[in-house]
T-cell receptor, first 112, second 116 residues
């Protein structure tokens, strides 16, 4: 079992839809949770960063962490064609020398 | 600078040749990380530095891979005697050293290495 599991999709939604992206993880020691957006042939861009459980909101993006079920989510409201990209979740263990463990990414397409 | 810079963008090497990749972290960031992204988006951690000191090298294939971060120079990742399986995109990331901030890693555009 991979430490971080992420449905690769692809996920296709119409413009304006609410998008829900999810990851599950197996290591209960993970405490730091990140979401990255990666456009084709580009580097990952940090979208959201949360520590431990709870919600964090930034504009159209909301990140949720549920440590009891080992489930992390990213919601995108009012999705735009420019949101079309691969979304990667990443986690890290406190005291792990800051190494990130990535999911395999979900390919999202937002259709105009 | 405000972004992580990586050079070159693309590198093609014949099997057995040497490859050298460069990374300039964001100004003021103390940590540098190297990751390898292979097919199907698999990211693999290679090595990290705190300033010019190796911080964690547990992901490095020791026989052929080496890396350095010297003062006032870009960091480098070198692969001696490349193999076909080294074909990947190599990403450099940097982060600040204040509490919890090392987890907030900012990635460069990557170097695509193709070994033929």
């Amino acid at each position: 079992q991979k430490e971080v599991e992420q449905d690769p999709g692809p996920l296709s939604v119409p413009e304006g839809a609410i998008v829900s992206l999810n990851c599950t993880y197996s290591n209960s020691a993970f405490q730091y949770f990140m979401w990255y957006r990666q456009y084709s042939r580009k580097g990952p861009e940090l979208l959201m960063y949360t520590y431990s459980s709870g919600n964090k909101e930034d504009g159209r993006f909301t990140a949720q962490v549920d440590k009891s079920s080992k489930y992390i989510s990213l919601f995108i409201r009012d999705s735009q064609p420019s949101d079309s990209a691969t979304y990667l979740c990443a986690t890290s263990v406190r005291g792990s020398n800051y190494k990130l463990t990535f999911g395999k990414g979900t390919l999202l397409t937002v259709n105009p | 600078g405000e972004e992580v810079a990586q050079t070159p963008k693309h590198l093609v090497r014949g099997e057995g040749q040497k490859a050298k990749l460069y990374c300039a972290p964001i100004k003021g960031h103390s940590y540098v990380f190297w990751y390898q992204q292979v097919l199907k988006n698999e990211f693999k951690f290679l090595i990290s530095f705190q300033n010019e000191n190796v911080f964690d090298e547990t992901g490095m294939p020791k026989e052929r891979f080496s890396a350095k971060c010297l003062p006032n120079s870009p960091c480098s990742l070198e692969i001696q005697a490349t193999k076909l399986e080294d074909s990947a995109v190599y990403f450099c990331a940097s982060s600040h050293d204040r509490t919890n901030l090392p987890y907030e890693q900012y990635f460069g555009p990557g170097t695509r290495l193709t070994v033929t």
